[in-house]
């Protein structure tokens, strides 16, 4: 019985097996690209659910760092109304 292909779950007479004792499709005719290559196909889904969970994380590091913005925006702010009261003071004398 042929193994079954840990990437698309099917039985396939041409595999591969990993270091990490996975199996994979691989359907080539020596001299020509692979017909079917799972374990490319495995590589490349991986690299793809790491690049979007990089993406899923670049979001939330900039909302901490809008957050951080706005507090320092509203500190600034904030000094920026009492320089005016301070100067209001002034004036009135
Ligand atoms: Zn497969």
């Given at each position: 019985?042929?193994?079954?292909c840990?990437?698309c779950?099917q ?14 499709c ?12 799972c ?55």
């Amino acid at each position: 019985m042929s193994p079954k292909c840990d990437y698309c779950g099917q039985r396939n007479s041409s595999f591969v097996v990993t270091a990490n004792h996975l199996t994979f499709c691989l359907e080539q005719v020596i001299g020509n690209p692979p017909t079917k290559d799972c374990h490319k196909a495995y590589l490349d889904s991986l690299k793809k659910t790491k690049a979007l969970k990089t993406a899923k994380d670049l979001p939330e590091l900039s909302q901490q760092e809008r957050s951080k913005n706005i507090s320092k925006l509203e500190a600034y702010q904030k000094e920026l109304k009492q320089k005016r009261f301070a100067l209001r003071l002034q004036s009135y004398r």
